[in-house]
Structure formats: structure tokens, C-alpha cells
């Protein structure tokens, strides 16, 4: 479990994972398959030539860096290959490592669930993840609802149930690979389906399955009131609720019931995947 101290990128298991470093100066990883693995894909920044021109001290500073500290420009990615529409890009993740995440991303026995992005890989309900501690066993489950622990007061709630703002980020981010990279760069959605198509594209079927939470399936319910009886009912049930988190598995509404503050980025992406659809037809 020795590993080197730089850096969270696991070449066994190509995923980014928590470290530890301990007394003894050992390093161990935390294979803990979560977000932590999915957010450097959010390190991601697309500038255009015109927008660039209209900032020369920082394009200036962007030009030292890579010049004078290759430890820290190994780590840039493409700012020298200019992309579609002579557009430059600031990512932490090169062509090699964004493939191996987004191939988990996008795997439905892993990160992609029928509602968005879970926050714990549903790999881990077979195989929890466990941690020896001075003789103690610590694990870490797949919970797609409510905690199942006592941890943080039962409140540890980033085990696999799906979060907006996350979600929001992961999707705005994609759209930012897709401008840089074009509809040249393809990719396998959902994983080991055999389906190729844009990341672009990937994006908008995120989306389409974050709006499915609050949207009336074929039986005329939605997920969202999934396990609320009372909304279910006639009177109610147009009556949509933005909750603080979801179900992974289900789509159904958790904690707080009224958190406009961040659930209500759906009104966006209701917004994108209405104008991508016209685009496409």
C-alpha cells in the first residue's frame, strides 16, 4: 500500500483517491471510489484567442509559469494546442487520465445512475471499501438514500445519493471539454454499451436524467415524490418539492425539502437541454 507522496492519481486502479500520510511516512491510498475521483475533471477552463488578447498580464503570467516551472506546467494540459475555434485550454487532467474517468463517470454500475451522478460508485455495495485502524475495521458502503451510520450524527450523506450542485459542475465542465476538443473527440456513453457518441452529447443525457428526478414517468409519477403518499395524491402532486439531495437508485427526494438555493440549477438545465434539443431537430 506504499505508494509515492505526489499526487492522488492511482495507476492500479487509474482513479484519483484520497491519501494518507502517516507517522511512519508511509502513503496510503484511500480507494474510496467517490466524487473525489470526478472533481479534477472540473479543473477545467476554455479561453478564446480574442478573450485571451484582452488579458495580457494574465496570459503573460500563464507564459512564465510553463516556462519557468515545469513541475507545475507538467500538470497543464493543451494551453500550447489550440483547440476548435483557436480556443486554449487550462485542464488538470491530460487526454489519457480524462478517458479513465469519464469511462467511470459514465459507467452505470459505477457513477451513472438513471438520475444523474451518484456521489459513491455503486461498485462499492458488492465491495465496500475497508480501512484497518489500530485493529479496528472501518468501512465504507454504498448508501444510495439517507446515511445508514452514526457518523457526523447520521448525517453523512455523500455515499451515493446524488447532489445538484455536483452535478451541475460535472456537466458544465463536460460542455467545457466539448467547446475546446469539438465533436471530433468521442467517447463511449454509457460505458460498455457500445453507443459512441460527443461529449457534448454525454453532457445533455446527464441532464436529461437529472430532469427525470422531477418529471412524470410512463406510470404519470414522478421520482421525485417516489416515497411521499401524501405529494403522490391528486391535489399535490403538481406541487414539486426541491429537495437537498436524491436517491441514487430511485430518484427520490432527501433531506431538506425546500432547498431552492442549489436544486434549483434544474431551471438551467431545463434551459440547455430545451435549446439542445432544437439544435438537434
Known amino acids: 500500500m506504499e505508494h509515492g507522496h505526489m499526487g492522488l492519481w492511482d495507476e492500479m486502479d487509474?482513479?484519483?483517491?484520497?491519501?494518507?500520510h502517516t507517522p511512519e511516512a508511509r502513503t496510503i491510498f484511500l480507494r474510496?471510489?467517490?466524487?473525489?475521483?470526478?472533481?479534477?475533471?472540473?479543473?477545467?477552463?476554455?479561453?478564446?484567442?480574442?478573450?485571451?488578447?484582452?488579458?495580457?498580464?494574465f496570459k503573460k503570467r500563464v507564459d512564465w509559469v510553463l516556462k519557468n516551472r515545469p513541475d507545475l506546467a507538467s500538470m497543464i494540459s493543451r494551453w500550447h494546442e489550440p483547440g476548435k475555434g483557436s480556443t486554449h485550454m487550462l485542464s488538470l487532467l491530460r487526454g489519457h487520465r480524462m478517458k479513465m474517468v469519464l469511462k467511470k463517470l459514465f459507467d452505470e454500475s459505477e457513477f451513472l445512475s438513471d438520475y444523474g451522478i451518484r456521489s459513491l460508485?455503486?461498485?462499492?455495495?458488492?465491495?465496500?471499501?475497508?480501512?484497518?485502524?489500530?485493529?479496528?475495521?472501518?468501512?465504507?458502503?454504498?448508501?444510495?438514500?439517507?446515511?445508514?451510520?452514526?457518523?457526523?450524527?447520521?448525517?453523512?450523506?455523500?455515499?451515493?445519493p446524488i447532489w445538484f450542485p455536483l452535478n451541475y459542475l460535472i456537466i458544465d465542465s463536460l460542455n467545457k471539454y466539448s467547446?475546446?476538443?469539438?465533436?471530433?473527440?468521442?467517447?463511449?456513453?454509457?460505458?460498455?454499451?457500445?453507443?459512441?457518441?460527443?461529449i457534448?452529447?454525454?453532457?445533455?443525457?446527464?441532464?436529461?436524467?437529472?430532469?427525470?428526478?422531477?418529471?412524470?414517468?410512463?406510470?404519470?409519477?414522478?421520482?421525485?415524490?417516489?416515497?411521499?403518499?401524501?405529494?403522490k395524491k391528486e391535489y399535490f402532486n403538481e406541487h414539486v418539492l426541491f429537495f437537498e439531495y436524491f436517491n441514487g437508485d430511485d430518484g427520490s427526494g432527501l433531506g431538506a425539502s425546500h432547498q431552492c438555493g442549489w436544486t434549483g440549477l434544474v431551471a438551467d438545465l431545463i434551459q440547455?437541454?430545451?435549446?439542445?434539443?432544437?439544435?438537434?431537430n
Open 14 to 20: 487509474q482513479f484519483y483517491y484520497d491519501k494518507i
Open 32 to 57: 474510496v471510489r467517490s466524487l473525489v475521483g470526478l472533481i479534477p475533471l472540473c479543473a477545467v477552463e476554455v479561453l478564446d484567442e480574442k478573450l485571451l488578447n484582452q488579458l495580457p498580464v
Open 121 to 160: 460508485s455503486k461498485f462499492h455495495k458488492d465491495e465496500p471499501f475497508v480501512f484497518n485502524l489500530h485493529g479496528e475495521n472501518l468501512t465504507v458502503s454504498y448508501s444510495p438514500a439517507e446515511s445508514d451510520l452514526s457518523i457526523m450524527g447520521g448525517n453523512s450523506n455523500w455515499r451515493g
Open 179 to 198: 467547446q475546446y476538443y469539438g465533436e471530433d473527440y468521442e467517447v463511449e456513453y454509457p460505458t460498455n454499451s457500445g453507443n459512441i457518441t460527443t
Open 200 to 231: 457534448k452529447h454525454a453532457a445533455f443525457e446527464i441532464s436529461k436524467r437529472l430532469l427525470g428526478i422531477f418529471t412524470k414517468d410512463s406510470s404519470n409519477e414522478r421520482a421525485v415524490l417516489h416515497k411521499n403518499e401524501l405529494f
Open 272 to 280: 440547455e437541454v430545451s435549446a439542445f434539443e432544437k439544435k438537434e
